[in-house]
């Protein structure tokens, strides 16, 4: 069919430099091993934290939610598509977070979206460091408020942005809780401290600490100390929980808004009912297995010294995000490719979703690893290095 041939333009330009994926299916299920191109291979690029996609308590509650309330809900949540289980699962999360209410949207992303769309008007104004999520971006491209970037992690840059914005009635300052390329934990405490200082709000987006850090993996907040001091906290529910979805954590003056307001969430259907009992599922497991998170610490310890110890440079990360950083592009994807011919599944990550010469193979190990599959990962690594000549 006709009509496309200037987006096909640019899909062959992308072809041509490089930068052109295809998608990758896996052949098996989700987990520490999985099946590609029918290579049983270790899996180090999902955010599986905990494994908790194949958890049995998860699935059974799915299951059982399937046979009582069926497979839909044929509404959006304002009209006829809230459950009781929505409901009973949001007070759960509130209590689970610390926070006065909770409120739960399709995905990680539309929650971005839709909370920072339709709480800011053009009287105020919204401060974001410069490496938070696309779907950050993305909500203040969305809304008629002041813009400031500040620089990454910068509390200085941050002080002067505010300084600017002394003129606005509210002044919101967002980060994302651990950042997604680098596995660096943003400075809560500092950020924290500037915005009571300056009167702003504070939001953290918790989407790679939720189920990770703090008490049972209450998210970044609690890990620092700062429950209540923190106006609003978003996570996901399809990364260490295991399962779909993104929720807000914060006053019930806010949630009251974004029920109204909130466009991804007045204007999109609700879960289905076996999404919400797995996720009430997953949070029940975080506070009656902590082991999982113990295991998840171990894990990580475990990898990150060893690739340290074969002389990789693995950047600024604290969590069990660890991008072992190559630097040219290409090189970065034969890297990848090459750690696939040895039996690992580590992608390649390269501008435009990093800065150009800041290649890296981002690794993030879960729970479910056995220490002798990190092992034989390693091996791998160090054989697709020499391979390479990049150590
Ligand atoms: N925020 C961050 C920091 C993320 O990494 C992601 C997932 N890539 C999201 C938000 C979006 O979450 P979800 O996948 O649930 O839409």
Redesign the pocket.
Known sequence: MKGFEYLQQELDQMKANGTFRELIPLESKQGSRVTIKGKEVIQLSS?NYLGLTDHPRLKEAALQAIERYGAGTGSVRTIAGTLTMHEQFEHKLAKFKHTEAALVFQ??????QGVLSSMLTDQDVVISDEL??A??IDGIRLTKAGRKIYKHVDMQSLEERLRESESYRTKLIVT?G???MDGNIAPLPEIVELAERYGALVMV?D??ASGVLGDNGRGTVNHFGLDGRVHIQ?G????AIGV???YVATTQTLKDYLIHKGRPFLFSTSHPPAVTAACEAAIDVLLEEPELIDKLWDNTKFFKQGLEQLGFDIGISKTPITPVMIGDESLTHRFSDELFKEGVFAQGIVYPTVQKGQGRVRTIVTAEHSQEALQEALHAFEKAAKTLNIL
């Open positions: 955010n995905s990680g992303f539309t929650t971005n938070n999520h779907s950050i994302d651990v950042f997604s987006d989407a790679h978003v996901t529910l399809s990364k779909l979805g993104g």
